[in-house]
């Protein structure tokens, strides 16, 4: 079992970890002692279990944080599937009328027209919600 030097808040500690955890570990080492050497750029002389926790609670906020960011970003985007979904459907709906319309009646061009600019308008609409979306 490879053990490891780890230094956290100045102060280094000697780990064990299981084989190919190596990485990982000195990942998640380094984080936390960049919390750590915040606490200590405070000047407080902290001491090493207080230490310990303050970076622990500090990473777990940003962790939380960076959480309910990702989570409201699924939001996001569930909403504009959704919107999508809809915008396909009139789409749809439209091009059957139009396809319904000039089997009716071919000369009725003027009914065309109408139902080619619904479509129009709805594509520019749902192309405009997609681009505020993205910005």
Do not use: F
């Not at 960049?34 to 000047?43: F, M, P, Q, Y």
């Not at 939380?64 to 985007?77: K, P, T, V």
Request: proline residues 2%; glycine residues 6%.
């Amino acid at each position: 079992m490879p053990e490891l030097k780890l230094s956290v808040g100045e102060r280094y500690y000697t780990v064990a970890c299981q084989a190919g955890e190596e990485l990982h570990l000195q990942s998640a080492a380094s984080l936390l002692d960049a919390e750590a050497r915040t606490v200590l750029k405070s000047g407080q002389n902290v001491p090493e279990a207080q230490l310990l926790l303050m970076a622990g609670l500090m990473l777990a906020d940003k962790m939380a944080s960076d959480d309910d960011q990702g989570a409201y970003a699924q939001h996001q985007i569930k909403e504009l599937q959704d919107k999508l979904r809809a915008s396909e459907l009139k789409v749809a709906a439209l091009g059957k009328e139009l396809d319904a319309a000039g089997a009716a009646a071919p000369a009725q061009n003027g009914a065309e027209h109408a139902l080619l600019e619904r479509m129009a308008t709805e594509l520019e609409r749902l192309a405009d919600e997609m681009e505020a979306a993205g910005a």
